[in-house]
């Protein structure tokens, strides 16, 4: 895998965007957005399909994102003419991403879409490979970007996105300008992809797009182009005599979820937006090791691009936009920054920070930046001159607050999940008081819980203490601005209070605070981030233990683990940056929509890979 290149853009005398290497304008010099309209939602049909769309969720998929620019017309076309209740999964597929500048200034054209505009350039992932969700109208649209050639994208995607479009937009530069786009396997991907009746426009009429569309069984037409153009294409796939839709059920679909912490709460959340009745069920909300006073945000990344990188380029992204969306008044992007204080991790932070031609992963500079000494000193002048890697769009939230207000219109009871076994139609669930229920869908989220919870399942998880220690704000360190990690790590004050963190005791499940891990996590600061002299003045007020649940590949646990029983577990001490991409991903394979993440990406997630028999 490589990373993603930006396109190599120029404007020309109109202002308007032109490809260099493809010597192709991105819209028309005329009117961009009226084409847009025109080719796209006018000959998908677009918005009378909206009104009488018998599911609760229409799914556009599109080659060549671009500027956006048909996206914006779809997202504004939708809101004020869609049904309230119906949602838009937007799809699309792009090779070379724009610069976020160049898309401030090619979007600057349409003074009408700015308020949108604004909204997507703010959210507009780092050029990462891979699949980058950003949810946008209160959780009505949803886009999936496609960073990656659209022919090694469409095979991971495709597999769980059968018969799953209502309307294709093939876009991307002129067959001529383009040739490698315009191929049968992305005919074809329209087609499997495609939902019986599914549309396609598109703004050539090239003959070997339109035998190509033929053959992979689309119905076609020419119709009059946008401007100058003559003509283009739009067409459909064939609906079966006997084939009914069927229209997603009036009644809400019930699942119970187990657990009180980030992973419960993302997953309790996500299912609401998709229209689900959720019960959360836990002894207590944020009890376990979401209920830290301080957490961090931020990848974890390797010196090559490993599934591990992979995951967390992609669930940094999400869950960066997700706590700035729905709990904005306790997430902090201040900045996260991790001291090379040795020189072995000075130089693995060498290694993770090399691009491409360097024979390194090339992380986008948006994920992660090398800083010198003096530039690492220049973020704070109280932090030793060590060399660091700094994750820009990181930061710190308050653990505790964010599941509450995650959690806040879920009906939670307060019980403890003693076992859970196959019943007919679902499962049985026996509470510690001897009680029990019956729930068809049941997704367990339980952190630390779910070793012994899944020992019947022969899945093996191991738990980790951790303690982490408060201490007073001094003068100077008042004015620390961004989290500060190292052997352990030590976020900016809140209300009068750093956190100093985390021991990491294997196997341990004791959670009465200690004093010698105090000591660890005062004498790990003290020594890392040596010569300073200001952690020496900190003084200690207050202890939290807690169990965090790992794997042993450190990679999440997600997925149906049996029929209707489904898993979020294993997010170790990355739990906050893991928890909203792993929950989105796990309530879109439940509603067989199409996934956030490449498919060979998901299988690496399974329970099953934890199994020992």
């Known amino acids: 895998m490589t990373d993603s290149t930006h396109a190599q853009i120029h404007f ?13 304008i991105y819209f028309s010099n005329q009117d961009g957005l009226a084409e847009s309209h025109y080719v796209f939602l006018q000959h998908n049909d677009l918005p009378q399909r909206w009104q009488s769309h018998p599911l609760d969720t229409f799914v556009v998929a599109e080659s060549g994102f671009g500027t956006g620019l048909n996206f914006l017309a779809t997202w504004q076309c939708f809101l004020e003419h869609a049904p309230t209740a119906l949602k838009l999964h937007y799809i699309s597929f792009e090779k070379f991403p724009l610069r976020q500048s160049d898309l401030q200034q090619a979007l600057s054209a349409f003074p009408q879409l700015q308020a949108l505009a604004q909204e997507l350039i703010q959210a507009y992932p780092a050029a990462e490979p891979g699949c980058h969700r950003r949810v946008f109208a209160n959780g009505r649209i949803i886009l999936d970007l496609w960073l990656d050639d659209i022919h090694a994208a469409l095979p991971q995607w495709l597999v769980h996105a059968q018969q799953s479009v209502d309307a294709w937009y093939l876009d991307g530069f002129a067959p001529d300008k383009n040739p490698d786009m315009w191929r049968a ?11 019986p009746g599914a549309t396609f426009a598109t703004f050539t009429a090239a003959g070997a797009v339109r035998r190509g569309l033929q053959a992979a069984g689309f119905a076609i037409e020419k119709v009059k182009g946008f401007g100058r153009k003559r003509e283009m294409l739009r067409g459909h796939l064939p609906v079966a005599q006997d084939h009914a839709t069927t229209a997603s059920s009036a009644t809400p679909r019930e699942v119970t979820v187990i657990g009180g912490g980030i992973a419960a709460a993302c997953t309790a959340f996500e299912l609401q937006q998709a229209g689900y009745q959720v019960k959360v069920i836990s002894p207590a909300i944020a009890d376990g090791a979401s209920g830290n006073p301080q957490g961090a ?11 591990l990188a992979e995951f967390f380029t992609q669930a940094f ?4 936009q997700f706590y700035a969306q729905n709990c904005a008044q306790d997430w902090y992007p201040c900045g996260v920054v991790q001291l090379g204080y040795t020189s072995a991790r000075a130089e693995r932070y060498t290694k993770i920070s090399r691009s491409t031609d360097e024979q390194g992963p090339g992380y986008a500079p948006q994920t ?12 704070w002048s109280a932090l030793p001159a060590y060399p660091s890697l700094c994750y820009p769009q990181g930061g710190w939230l308050r653990p505790a607050a964010i599941v509450a207000q995650l959690l806040k219109d879920c009906h939670v009871e307060h019980q403890l999940l003693a076992n859970v076994e ?8 026996t509470f510690a008081d001897g009680s029990t229920r019956h729930s068809q869908t049941v997704v367990l989220a339980c952190g630390a819980a779910l070793k012994q919870l899944l020992e019947s399942f022969a899945v093996q998880l191991q738990n980790v203490r951790g303690q982490v220690t408060q201490v007073a704000a001094t003068a100077v360190t008042q004015h620390c601005p961004v989290v500060v990690c190292y052997k352990g790590y030590f976020t900016p004050a809140d209300q009068g209070r750093h956190c100093v ?19 660890e996590n005062m004498d790990n600061l003290r020594d890392n981030l040596a010569p300073a002299n200001w952690p020496h003045e900190l003084k200690p007020i207050a202890d939290r233990a807690a169990v965090r649940n790992t794997t042993r590949d450190h990679l999440p646990m ?6 209707n029983l489904w898993v979020i577990g294993g997010l170790g001490s990355r739990g906050f940056t893991a928890a909203p991409l792993a929950a989105s991903t796990l309530v879109a394979a439940l509603q067989g929509q199409p996934l956030p993440m490449p498919a060979s990406l998901w299988q690496r997630l399974q329970p099953q890979r934890l199994q020992t028999r």
């Open 317 to 320: 992204g999400y869950a960066c």
């Open 422 to 429: 196959p019943q007919a139609q679902g499962w049985q669930l």
């Open 185 to 195: 396997s992305l005919y074809e991907a329209m087609a499997s992809s495609g939902r």
């Open 12 to 24: 020309n005398e109109f202002g308007m965007p032109v490809a260099t290497a493809f010597d192709d």
């Open 558 to 563: 997600v997925g149906e683990l049996a029929p």
């Open 297 to 307: 945000v931020y990848p974890l990344l390797h010196a090559e691009r490993s599934p």
């Open 501 to 519: 963190g985390a021991t990491y005791a294997r196997d341990s499940e004791d959670c009465r605070t200690r004093s010698i891990d105090r000591d």
């Open 368 to 379: 992660v930046r090398y800083l010198t000494a003096s530039e690492t000193q220049a973020l």
